[in-house]
């Protein structure tokens, strides 16, 4: 049985093996999650199977390419609304449902959902944001796994926007942010010109549907 969806225990049930990253931030980090072996497989697979796409974002009235590929793969009624656009999933790749079930076995959290990025080289890039998506529940717990070329991953707190935590994360790591880490924390993953390998990050979610609101759900 896992925990309710969007409830995360904390520190206390934590696996072992993680640190945290600031005292006021609610987030773990596991480095090397995956072992090399399964990280290079899982990064070959997805690389060469997920239907990547380009996607859009409109600013100042003008369409824009996103810097970087991305896909969205979930249950079927975990349609998620991000940066204007309703994206209905993609059925689960084989690869992305043993991590799911690996992940859920490991914090003890469902996820019907997951995004991924592809970022082809230092160019790519994704800019500060929360996810805050109402469907994401009021405190969503998201489980972030990176693969390929380690990148630095920022956060800053709302309150001091100017401190910022820096973290790469590197082929199998493993970061999840759970609590308030989206109402009081923006993140971001800069461009980083001298990267030129690839690296693909997945962000386990669990999309909130009307089916599920608010109900325990065992995995
Ligand atoms: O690529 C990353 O590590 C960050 C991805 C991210 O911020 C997101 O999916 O919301």
Wanted: charged share 15%.
């Amino acid at each position: 049985m896992c925990a309710e969806p969007g409830i995360w225990p904390g520190a206390s049930n934590a696996p072992t093996g993680g640190q945290t990253l600031h005292p006021a931030l609610a987030a773990w980090h596991w480095p090397g999650w995956l072992s090399p072996p399964d990280a290079d497989r899982a990064f070959a697979q997805l690389l060469a199977e997920i239907p990547w796409q380009q996607g859009q974002v409109r600013l100042f009235g003008k369409w824009l390419n996103e810097p970087r590929l991305s896909a969205w793969c979930g249950d079927a009624e975990s349609v998620y609304t991000y940066a204007g656009r309703q994206l209905a999933p993609l059925p689960w790749h084989a690869t992305l449902q043993r991590l799911r079930q690996a992940l859920q076995i490991f914090l003890k959290q469902p996820f019907n959902s997951v995004l991924l990025n592809y970022y082809r080289h230092g160019d790519d890039s994704m800019g500060y944001h929360r996810d805050n998506e109402p469907e994401l529940g009021p405190e969503p717990v998201i489980a972030s796994l990176s693969l390929g070329a380690t990148r630095r991953f920022v956060l800053r707190q709302l309150s001091a926007p100017h401190e910022r935590i820096a973290l790469p994360l590197a082929h199998g790591d493993l970061l999840l942010m759970y609590g308030h880490s989206q109402r009081d924390w923006q993140h971001a993953l800069p461009k980083q010109k001298r990267v030129s390998a690839p690296r693909l990050n997945l962000t386990f979610r669990y999309v909130q549907t009307a089916a599920t609101q608010g109900s325990p759900r065992s995995v």
